[in-house]
């Protein structure tokens, strides 16, 4: 089985943000693949399987806050016995130019808090994230009050391809593997 992991804040008032945008992503998966995210008793988040190819894919949003999403990814992950090879995050990057994706199979958190998390609660730097450009910070705003602030209604216009492109990105790496995707969507 595959876990692909969508990153964000759970609450309305958090929606159409930046830092949702791996919410987001999930969303579109699930939405294509006809499955309805349902919440779990036992995990804060919400959740769908599905199918892809030969390919059995758990599709999370977790519900922890993005800075302690580690605290449902790991339990899930010895749950399920999955291992982090085959662990996909979705993750919003401020430091990426707005419409660039950057899949890589491992790295550091950056200044991500969400990624900090799950490295530590996962006891590993050495899973696939899937980093989206959403970047730069506009000129007299700070980092937070912006990936926690709603789009302009143009913005959000112009992040829905990204969007799409992700839920690409995502899909061929759970169906083809972490190169071919990467060849394909970086940049």
Same mark, same amino acid.
């Given at each position: 089985?595959? *876990? ?5 804040? !759970?609450?309305?008032? #958090?929606?159409? &943000? !930046? ?10 998966? +699930?939405? @294509?693949?006809? +499955? ?20 059995? %894919? ?9 800075? $302690? ?11 399920? /016995? ?5 662990? *996909? ?5 401020? @430091?990426?130019?707005? =419409?660039?994706? $950057? *899949? $890589? !199979?491992?790295?550091?958190?950056? &200044? ?10 996962? /006891?590993?730097?050495?899973?696939? $994230? ?7 910070? !506009? ?6 009050? #912006?990936? *926690?602030?709603? #789009? ?13 492109? +992700? ?7 759970? &169906?083809? =593997? %972490?190169?071919?995707?990467?060849? &394909?969507?970086?940049?």
């Amino acid at each position: 089985m595959k *876990l692909i992991v969508g990153l964000g804040n !759970p609450g309305r008032e #958090y929606e159409a &943000t !930046p830092h949702n945008a791996g919410f987001d992503v999930i969303d579109r998966i +699930a939405g @294509e693949a006809g +499955a309805d995210l349902k919440k779990s008793w036992r995990f804060a988040m919400e959740s769908a399987q599905i199918r892809m190819d030969q390919h059995e %894919v758990l599709l999370v949003k977790p519900h922890t806050f993005m800075n $302690r999403s580690g605290d449902v990814v790991a339990p899930l992950m010895r749950k399920k /016995g999955i291992v982090p090879a085959d662990v *996909l995050i979705l993750v919003d990057d401020v @430091e990426l130019p707005m =419409g660039s994706l $950057r *899949l $890589r !199979p491992a790295g550091s958190a950056g &200044t991500h808090n969400g990624l900090k998390s799950l490295i530590e609660r996962m /006891g590993t730097a050495e899973f696939p $994230r899937l980093r989206i450009g959403l970047g730069p910070v !506009p000129p007299g705003r700070d980092r937070v009050s #912006y990936v *926690l602030g709603r #789009y302009s209604p143009a913005t959000r216009e112009a992040v829905q391809p990204l969007l799409d492109r +992700a839920a690409e990105a995502a899909a061929m790496w759970a &169906t083809h =593997g %972490v190169a071919k995707a990467m060849n &394909t969507f970086n940049g």
